[in-house]
């Protein structure tokens, strides 16, 4: 068994140290009214059997929390109180200096929680372990200087989650929609460097990686680009190329039938387009922005977006060649073909494309295909976003998310135009709900009060986020607010005019419905009951952040939180405060958003259908999931959970697996398994658990991730059950 120590790093549980503790607090008291030998072993033992059964490596802090307990459980009230103050006593000791012992262990690679807080960033490399030493010292001032103490507190104990706080010191906004469109047509700068508009598609793939890498470390969430953006520049090498071929037929006196001639041109064109996508992809995995990670990029392939039938077939040429580079996939250190994290794709299914025998079903085929063995694309449902995203004039608006799920609110500008690139999220704070319905002890009443109270606290948190951009001027970011990626400001203007008015948006986050609903009535969600009460909580959310827009001109929205290291943080913060509950925190986790819990049995089209009515309720941000096995031979099946995104949800994805082992060449799923109290990745074929000489791709709460994960978040991970 291990133990995690207040650095954060793992080692081995020693349960001699306990009897230490337990024996030097024991001799700081009289002899009536001391503990037996006896007694003090009990004790050990009981904490010892609390902690396996907790499902996850226990913090220190957990551990001396059983042991007050156990103590006092045998009356011994003395010994408990000298045991509480020397805790004290060296808890202000320890807070004179917590964040270079911190730093420390990062350079020293044996922080665990570090290693397991983002799935996509490698902690052992020199440009992680800066950022994250950057971050613990951002992360110190945020907490002392910078954000009240109850938000702090109220974070410390997993009340809410004030996301990123390690970035809040510093003038950062979270993620953003990406105006390529403007740089790429009007022309960019990126480090003091002129880029004019691009006069072929392979440049305007280069410039679209640069600004993507730009971007990435400018702030700290994710970012979208859209192909349609680039299609127009399909045109542009297909005028060049007719000139070169023109000039290269001239000199050597060969004439050509204009059948002949248009088919040259066309296969020279498909080349570029090829070599541009690849450009786009490699650079994108390859790249390590300043926080030491791939730029985390959305890519939206929406044929809609096009702006004429000839720009909608170049755009479908692009969609094609990225669908089938991303079912080759990437080559790993062994040369084998293998899922990559990013770029993230989106597909909009829409009614030329949906249907079999329209123009562009062969796309959509294409997606199934590449869905089944690489996880990629997620889905958008025109026909349902249309529906869902409505703006002041009445009109349906169908756009990407930033980055992963986060999605703008419609916004209509001063010409009355609707507008969505160039648009950003301010940040996001996120409500520990089952902490509410576990405080109100299945009083209803009690429930709202506490409710209430912690909106108010959700509310205080998000304006410390807004205030803090307050202010900003464009020259802290000048690739986002003065060369287009966002904005086109003057140097040394504020950014303030674009925090209100519904530009940008603040998220109030929320997780852990399914078990807060639980909690109260004992009701899954998936039981009338259940679905009643928390769709009532998801109504009353949105209440909160329509009277908080009203009231400042701030446009607040609710948001489905991925979960990822938090998950494991909310799940032991819970069973800290309340104990282990079975359905509720028996489990090293809880679920995301509105999700129907993982072990939950439904299949792909009673789980969709359910969770829409969710979905719907999350304007600032949601995505539901259906779990596939091996589809890759019954793609069939897959356009069937296709059509019925299209039909009735917004925005969802197929979760397969997709992973190898360098050891022995298995390219089946790894499995996960328990060793030592402590869950651990295992290839089936020659047991192989180093994590180094695996590649394992998962879905971890709306993109994939492949640097594993915590204990929690892979407790989940196993758990999950098939829908199909």
């Given at each position: 068994?291990?133990i995690?120590?207040?650095n954060g790093?793992?080692?081995?549980?020693?349960?001699?140290?306990?009897?230490?503790?337990?024996?030097?607090?024991n001799d700081?008291?009289?002899e009536?009214?001391?503990?037996?030998?006896?007694?003090i072993?009990r004790?050990?033992e009981?904490?010892?059997?609390?902690?396996?059964?907790?499902?996850?490596?226990?913090?220190?802090?957990e551990v001396?929390?059983?042991v007050?307990?156990q103590?006092?459980?045998?009356?011994?009230?003395?010994?408990?109180?000298?045991?509480?103050?020397?805790?004290?006593?060296?808890?202000?000791?320890?807070?004179s200096?917590?964040?270079?012992?911190?730093?420390?262990?990062?350079?020293e690679?044996?922080?665990?929680?570090?290693?397991?807080?983002?799935?996509?960033?490698?902690?052992?490399v020199n440009?992680?372990?800066?950022d994250?030493?950057?971050?613990?010292v951002?992360?110190?001032?945020?907490n002392?200087?910078?954000?009240?103490?109850?938000?702090?507190?109220?974070?410390?104990?997993?009340?809410?989650?004030?996301?990123?706080?390690?970035?809040y010191?510093q003038?950062?906004h979270?993620?953003d929609?990406?105006?390529l469109?403007?740089?790429?047509?009007?022309?960019?700068?990126i480090?003091?460097?002129?880029?004019e508009?691009?006069?072929?598609?392979?440049?305007?793939?280069n410039?679209?990686?640069?600004?993507i890498?730009q971007?990435?470390?400018?702030?700290?969430?994710?970012q979208?680009?859209?192909?349609?953006?680039?299609?127009?520049?399909?045109?542009?090498?297909?005028?060049?190329i007719?000139?070169?071929?023109?000039?290269?037929?001239s000199e050597?006196?060969?004439?050509?039938?204009?059948?002949?001639?248009?088919?040259?041109?066309?296969?020279?064109?498909?080349?570029e387009?090829?070599?541009?996508?690849?450009?786009i992809?490699?650079?994108?995995?390859?790249?390590l922005?300043?926080?030491?990670?791939?730029?985390f990029v959305?890519?939206?392939?929406?044929?809609?977006?096009a702006?004429?039938?000839?720009?909608?077939?170049?755009?479908?040429?692009?969609i094609?060649?990225?669908?089938?580079?991303?079912?080759?996939?990437?080559?790993?250190?062994?040369?084998?073909?293998?899922?990559?994290?990013?770029?993230?794709?989106?597909?909009?299914?829409?009614?030329?494309n949906?249907?079999?025998?329209?123009?562009?079903?062969?796309?959509?085929?294409?997606?199934?295909?590449?869905?089944?063995k690489?996880?990629?694309p997620?889905?958008?449902?025109e026909?349902?976003?249309?529906?869902?995203?409505?703006d002041?004039?009445?009109?349906?608006?169908?756009?990407t998310?930033?980055?992963?799920?986060?999605?703008l609110?419609p916004?209509?500008?001063?010409?009355g135009?609707?507008?969505?690139?160039?648009?950003?999220n301010?940040?996001?704070?996120?409500?520990?709900?089952?902490?509410?319905?576990?405080s109100?002890?299945?009083?209803?009443d009690?429930?709202?009060?506490?409710?209430?109270e912690?909106?108010?606290?959700?509310?205080?948190?998000?304006q410390c986020?807004?205030?803090?951009l307050?202010?900003?001027?464009?020259?802290?970011?000048?690739i986002?607010?003065?060369?287009?990626?966002l904005?086109?400001?003057?140097?040394?203007?504020k950014i303030?005019?674009?925090?209100?008015?519904g530009?940008?948006?603040?998220?109030l986050?929320?997780?852990?419905?399914?078990?807060?609903?639980?909690?109260?009535i004992?009701?899954?969600?998936t039981?009338p009951?259940?679905?009643?009460?928390?769709?009532?909580?998801?109504?009353?959310m949105n209440?909160?952040?329509?009277?908080?827009?009203?009231?400042?001109?701030?446009?607040y929205?609710?948001?489905?939180?991925?979960?990822?290291?938090?998950?494991?943080?909310?799940?032991?913060?819970?069973?800290?405060?309340f104990?282990v509950?079975?359905?509720?925190?028996?489990r090293?986790?809880?679920?995301n958003?509105?999700?129907?819990?993982?072990?939950?049995?439904?299949?792909a089209?009673?789980?969709?259908?359910?969770?829409?009515?969710?979905?719907?309720l999350?304007?600032?941000?949601?995505?539901?999931y259906?779990?596939?096995p091996?589809?890759?031979?019954?793609?069939?099946?897959?356009?069937?959970?296709?059509?019925?995104?299209?039909?009735?949800?917004?925005?969802?994805?197929?979760n397969?697996?997709?992973?190898?082992?360098?050891?022995?060449?298995?390219?089946?799923?790894?499995e996960?398994?328990?060793?030592?109290g402590?869950?651990?990745?295992?290839?089936?074929?020659?047991?192989?658990?180093?994590?180094?000489t695996?590649?394992?791709?998962r879905?971890?709460?709306?993109?994939?991730?492949?640097?594993?994960?915590?204990?929690?978040?892979?407790?989940?991970?196993?758990?999950?059950?098939?829908?199909?």
């Open positions: 068994m291990k995690i120590k207040r790093s793992e080692v081995t549980f020693n349960a001699d140290k306990i009897k230490v503790a337990i024996s030097k607090a700081a008291v009289t009536d009214v001391r503990m037996t030998s006896l007694q072993e004790i050990v009981r904490v010892i059997l609390s902690c396996e059964s907790l499902g996850h490596s226990p913090s220190v802090e001396q929390d059983m007050e307990r103590i006092m459980a045998h009356g011994a009230f003395e010994v408990a109180k000298a045991y509480i103050t020397y805790r004290y006593t060296r808890t202000l000791v320890r807070q200096n917590t964040t270079d012992d911190k730093i420390l262990s990062l350079i690679c044996n922080n665990e929680e570090a290693k397991q807080e983002n799935s996509n960033k490698n902690p052992v440009s992680t372990q800066r994250y030493m950057a971050g613990e951002s992360r110190d001032i945020t002392r200087i910078l954000l009240p103490k109850d938000i702090v507190d109220a974070h410390n104990e997993g009340i809410i989650h004030f996301h990123d706080s390690d970035y010191a003038h950062m979270n993620c929609l990406v105006n469109e403007d740089m790429l047509q009007n022309g960019t700068v480090t003091g460097t002129l880029i508009r691009p006069h072929s598609f392979s440049t305007a793939c410039i679209a990686t640069q600004i890498a971007v990435a470390s400018n702030q700290y969430g994710g979208s680009i859209s192909l349609a953006h680039i299609a127009p520049f399909v045109q542009v090498s297909r005028e060049k007719s000139r070169d071929l023109k000039r290269e037929l050597i006196n060969v004439e050509l039938s204009e059948e002949a001639f248009k088919k040259i041109v066309e296969e020279r064109l498909r080349v387009v090829r070599k541009g996508v690849q450009t992809q490699y650079q994108v995995v390859t790249l922005t300043t926080n030491g990670q791939a730029p959305t890519v939206f392939m929406y044929l809609n977006e702006k004429s039938e000839q720009e909608k077939d170049d755009l479908a040429m692009i094609e060649e990225v669908l089938e580079q991303r079912y080759q996939g990437v080559k790993n250190e062994k040369g084998v073909w293998v899922t990559p994290a990013f770029p993230k794709l989106i597909y909009v299914l829409e009614e030329d949906i249907h079999e025998g329209s123009k562009y079903y062969y796309l959509t085929e294409l997606a199934a295909k590449c869905t089944a690489r996880m990629v997620d889905y958008i449902s026909k349902v976003m249309l529906q869902n995203k409505v002041k004039n009445g009109e349906g608006h169908c756009y998310c930033m980055g992963c799920r986060s999605f609110t916004y209509v500008d001063e010409d135009k609707p507008k969505y690139y160039g648009r950003f301010q940040g996001v704070v996120t409500v520990n709900l089952v902490d509410i319905g576990l109100a002890h299945k009083n209803m009690e429930f709202w009060k506490i409710f209430d912690r909106m108010e606290l959700c509310h205080r948190a998000l986020r807004h205030e803090r307050t202010g900003t001027v464009s020259d802290v970011a000048p986002l607010w003065q060369h287009g990626a904005l086109r400001l003057k140097k040394g203007e303030d005019k674009y925090l209100h008015g530009y940008s948006t603040l998220s986050g929320y997780a852990g419905l399914w078990e807060c609903v639980y909690s109260l004992g009701k899954k969600m039981e009951e259940g679905e009643d009460l928390g769709l009532k909580i998801m109504k009353k209440e909160y952040t329509a009277k908080w827009k009203a009231d400042e001109n701030i446009d929205s609710i948001y489905g939180t991925p979960l990822e290291s938090t998950t494991y943080k909310f799940a032991k913060c819970l069973q800290k405060r104990g509950i079975e359905g509720v925190t028996d090293g986790y809880i679920t958003s509105y999700h129907v819990h993982v072990t939950e049995k439904l299949d089209f009673e789980k969709l259908a359910f969770e829409a009515k969710f979905q719907a999350s304007p600032g941000g949601a995505i539901s259906v779990e596939v091996n589809m890759q031979n019954n793609i069939e099946a897959v356009l069937d959970v296709m059509k019925f995104i299209y039909d009735n949800i917004m925005y969802a994805e197929l397969t697996k997709s992973d190898y082992c360098q050891i022995c060449g298995w390219d089946g799923e790894i996960i398994k328990e060793k030592d402590k869950l651990v990745w295992q290839c089936p074929q020659c047991g192989n658990t180093d994590q180094d695996m590649n394992v791709a879905r971890t709460c709306g993109y994939i991730g492949t640097q594993y994960w915590n204990q929690g978040r892979t407790q989940e991970i196993k758990e999950r059950v098939m829908h199909l």
